[in-house]
Nanobody, 119 residues
Framework: QVQVVESGGGLVQPGGSLRLSCTAS????????MGWYRQAPGKQRALVAT???????NYAESVKGRFSISRVNAENTVWLQMNDLNTEDTAVYYC?????????????WGQGTQVTVSS
């Protein structure tokens, strides 16, 4: 089974920056879109950003201009650079990796990494 591991979360003050990383391993299957999602207390998990194998990106409106997603296909690694953080960015951030399986694509998730923005 594919293993997905995130790192880089922590406590940061408003206006600060943080960089998250995620690596997928344990499968020879083709990996497609990779992305970041977040879940705040009492809320549903929501999309933050995605990136295709070819480098096309998509961002939630709330993070456009502040966050940047990137990847290195040869290492099955994706990053999320977060700048100008505010308290509304506080959440558990999850990495998603889409892998080809029989019958179509299957999404694997990391364990999550906590990001807390507070003064």
């Amino acid at each position: 089974q594919v293993q997905v591991v995130e790192s880089g979360g922590g406590l940061v003050q408003p206006g600060g920056s943080l960089r998250l990383s995620c690596t997928a391993s344990g499968s020879s299957a083709s990996i497609g879109v990779m992305g970041w999602y977040r879940q705040a207390p009492g809320k549903q998990r929501a999309l933050v950003a995605t990136i295709t194998k070819g480098g096309s990106t998509n961002y939630a409106e709330s993070v456009k201009g502040r966050f940047s997603i990137s990847r290195v296909n040869a290492e099955n690694t994706v990053w999320l650079q977060m700048n100008d953080l505010n308290t509304e960015d506080t959440a558990v951030y999850y990495c998603q990796v889409n892998v080809v399986k029989v019958g179509g694509w299957y999404a694997y998730w990391g364990q999550g990494t906590q990001v807390t923005v507070s003064s």
